[in-house]
């Protein structure tokens, strides 16, 4: 079974640009995460997706942050415009819904921003 | 407020020797509590997953325990090798399908040779 597959591993930008990263799940899970994970602290949710629905969204800075998952499979993260604030490595993970009382996440590599 | 915190925040070992990392929670309502390690570079992997009714679990030399009414969890690992060098998170969730995960700052091992 592969993995979460994320896009790319590494980005370096400067202030005021835009970045988009992108997440491909595991084949079947119906849903999504976005992570943001600043060095040194622990992942902190910025958006749950169940399919193409929105489910949690209330940590996502939405001033400069949106997402979507428009088919209901892979999703996009854009940041416009960064700050310096924003460097971090960006996790998406997925579950399966229904039938997984642990409702197991799987974790990608990360994308790891750095705003310059 | 849905707080995990881990202790210590880092910790050098030498290979071979056991450790004990700790997590305390204060998450309601509360699914169920996890134990990931995330190397380098790469994103969490799962290690163990308790319920309230659980009170140990064991994964290879990584064993759990859980202290439902204290609020309080360990991760043993027993003769450290040096693969073991990563971020260990512990990580509580609430109920359902959907239930949100919250995330401890993470306890940063070393192992040296």
Redesign the interface.
């Known amino acids: 079974e592969a993995g979460?597959a994320q896009s790319p591993r590494y980005k370096i930008i400067e202030k005021r640009q835009s970045v988009a990263f992108w997440c491909n799940p595991i084949s079947g899970h119906a849903?999504l995460y976005w992570y943001q994970q600043i060095l040194?602290?622990?992942?902190?949710?910025l958006i749950?997706f169940?399919n193409n629905g929105v489910?949690?969204d209330s940590q996502l800075p939405k001033d400069r942050f949106s997402a979507e998952r428009l088919k209901g499979v892979d999703s996009t993260l854009k940041i416009q415009p960064a700050k310096l604030e924003d460097s971090a490595v960006y996790?998406c993970?997925s579950s399966s819904?229904?039938g997984?009382?642990?409702?197991?996440?799987f974790?990608?590599?990360?994308t790891?921003l750095t705003v310059l | 407020k849905n707080q995990?915190e881990q202790s210590p925040q880092s910790l050098i070992i030498l290979e071979g020797k056991n450790c004990t990392l700790q997590c305390n929670y204060t998450v309601s309502p509360f699914?169920?509590l996890?134990w990931y390690k995330q190397d380098t570079?790469?994103?969490?992997?799962?290690l163990t997953?308790m319920?309230f009714s659980e009170n140990t679990k064991s994964n290879g030399r990584y064993t759990a325990t859980l202290d439902a009414d204290t609020k309080q969890s360990s991760l043993h690992i027993t003769a450290s090798q040096l693969s073991d060098s990563a971020s260990y998170?512990c990580?509580v969730?609430n109920p359902?399908?959907?239930?949100?995960?919250i995330?401890?700052?993470?306890t940063t091992l070393q192992v040296k040779p």
């Open positions: 979460v849903t040194g602290q622990g992942p902190k949710l749950q169940q489910v949690d996790l993970a819904h229904g997984n009382i642990y409702n197991e996440q974790f990608g590599p990360g790891r | 995990v699914s169920n996890r570079g790469r994103g969490p992997v799962s997953i319920t998170i990580v969730s359902g399908n959907t239930g949100k995960l995330f401890g700052q993470g």
